[in-house]
């Protein structure tokens, strides 16, 4: 019985030059344009959601009162939709390809 042996030298790999490699950075330039888009279209609709409280009369809590300013359309609608599609273009812009 003989034994094999298996020897790797420098020479068995090649003498080929490097190739330098592309950037392999996933996203592009326009990829981080579309999440600051969609980053002001998260901030407007928290912004809008902003207002008083439903208790605040005159910027002071009074608990006999009521503020039917927490049901506008903007604070219940507008708000919410810039939100989701914010959102919605922060997935598109991270599944973008260059």
Avoid: H
């Avoid at 003989?2 to 990829?31: H, L």
């Avoid at 927490?70 to 599609?85: C, D, E, G, H, M």
């Amino acid at each position: 019985m003989s034994k094999k042996t298996n020897k790797i030298s420098a020479s068995d790999f090649g003498n080929e030059a490097e190739v330098p490699q592309e950037n392999s950075f996933y996203f592009g330039q326009q990829n981080f344009k579309w999440m600051l888009i969609g980053l002001a279209f998260i901030v407007v609709g928290f912004l809008l959601m902003m207002g008083p409280d439903a208790n605040m009369v005159d910027g002071k809590f009074d608990p006999n009162a009521w503020n039917d300013d927490i049901f506008s359309i903007r604070r219940i609608r507008i708000a919410p939709l810039f939100v989701v599609i914010g959102f919605a273009i922060e997935v598109y812009a991270i599944l973008k390809r260059k």
